[in-house]
């Protein structure tokens, strides 16, 4: 038996008016999600614990994996550093480092947060930001790495996580002033985000990508501290050979960590101009190449929620089931195979954030076809399926 998790990043939702009161799944055409459900296990799992805020992708997708975040998690940025190849010591913190737009207001707490991804960034003009930002406010103990589009890293050596942060796509257009870093060592993160603003606002690529029309880069925002992780790999927990397929840092930074290996598939963006159909060919080819376990992410639904691009959000789940599932289903005409399909969490067109709801799961397995349900929130609802700790999914999964 091999085993693919097709994890649909905050493909969650409420029920939205321009889709007939339909949420982005149930109106999205997808011809094998809804072929398959009606032989499937359906239901609902509590993926994040309602004491660990926010409910990030982090604990979630660490959940999904069969890793318990109440015991494991130790914040959003150490996991991404994983990925990224940034050395850390065991008392050095890591922070997410967003490059973000905001309002032009000389006092930072006045500005409001237009923008938490500066445009969805190129990775190519996010690096030369960052750059800069380290040449003028990397120190010996801070020091900058630049990442994929908007989302980058700063270590601090021998740090402290004694301050607290808000995650700017939670804030968008709202003003910061509320949802600035606060606690023991608020006041220097604050420091930072505030000297980054005279770096970047005159910086060449800015004044670039404002007379193209497209929003500058002009502030880092920090978030999502702590220090790294100790998991155990997955390999030696399973019993599978695992390899995990993803755009972004946190999500390989996770499999680095459970000593997964990582596929590198080209023109994956994170959104819904990603290669869908090159992941889905990745996973065919990680099966082919002996992997028992793939781990398939796919973030455009997230960020389209985050954005509040509902037509995208449905575009992207709909690829994910014609580009990934097609092919899985196909591959599993002549092999045994068992998939999960699985938000992490929601993230609702309405609020353009993630919430603690429990989402829609379903498991389909290519040699033990059940009496399934249609796969949306609703009827995962209805069936009274529910799975609480998210963590025990991958049991569930694994040995059904």
Request: glycine share 8%.
């Amino acid at each position: 038996m091999q085993y693919l998790v097709i994890l649909c990043d905050g493909m969650a939702d409420h029920p939205y008016a321009g889709f007939d009161g339909l949420t982005p799944m149930a109106s999205a055409n997808k011809v094998n999600m809804n072929k398959i459900a009606m032989e499937s296990r359906i239901g609902l799992v509590k993926t994040v614990p309602d004491v660990i805020s926010p409910p990030g992708s982090d604990p979630a997708n660490m959940s999904v994996m069969g890793y318990d975040p109440l015991v494991y998690y130790t914040g959003r940025s150490p996991i991404e550093a994983a990925s990224m190849n940034v050395p850390m010591a065991d008392t050095d913190v890591a922070m997410r480092c967003n490059i973000v737009t905001v309002s032009n207001e000389p006092n930072y707490a006045d500005k409001t947060m237009i923008d938490y991804s500066a445009g969805e960034i190129s990775t190519a003009e996010a690096s030369e930001l960052i750059k800069a930002v380290q040449e003028a406010l990397g120190t010996e103990d801070m020091q900058f790495f630049a990442g994929v589009s908007y989302r980058h890293c700063l270590r601090w050596t021998n740090g402290h996580t004694e301050f607290t942060c808000t995650p700017p796509h939670d804030i968008t257009g709202k003003p910061v002033k509320n949802y600035l870093p606060g606690g023991e060592y608020g006041a220097k993160m604050l420091s930072l985000m505030e000297a980054s603003t005279k770096v970047l606002e005159n910086h060449p690529v800015n004044l670039k990508r404002i007379a193209e029309g497209k929003n500058p880069a002009n502030s880092i925002w920090l978030w999502g501290q702590g220090f790294k992780p100790a998991l155990p790999s997955f390999q030696s927990k399973n019993g599978l050979k695992g390899a995990v397929i993803s755009a972004v840092d946190l999500i390989k930074g996770l499999g680095v960590l459970t000593n997964m290996d990582i596929i590198e598939v080209p023109n994956v963006t994170g959104n819904k101009d990603t290669n869908f159909e090159g992941k889905g060919q990745a996973v065919i080819d990680c099966f082919n190449n002996g992997y028992d376990f793939v781990y398939a992410h796919i973030e455009a639904p997230d960020e389209c929620g985050h954005h509040g691009d509902a037509e995208g959000k449905r575009y992207s789940i709909e690829m994910i089931d014609q580009y990934i599932l097609g092919p899985a289903l196909e591959y599993a005409k002549s092999h045994d195979l068992r998939i999960l399909i699985v938000p992490d969490h929601a993230t609702p067109l309405d609020i353009k954030t993630h919430n603690h709801e429990p989402v829609p799961y379903m498991i389909w397995d290519s040699t033990n076809k059940v009496s399934g349900f249609d796969f949306n929130e609703a009827s995962a609802k209805a069936n009274g399926d529910y799975v609480d700790p998210g963590c025990t999914l991958m049991d569930i999964f694994l040995g059904a």
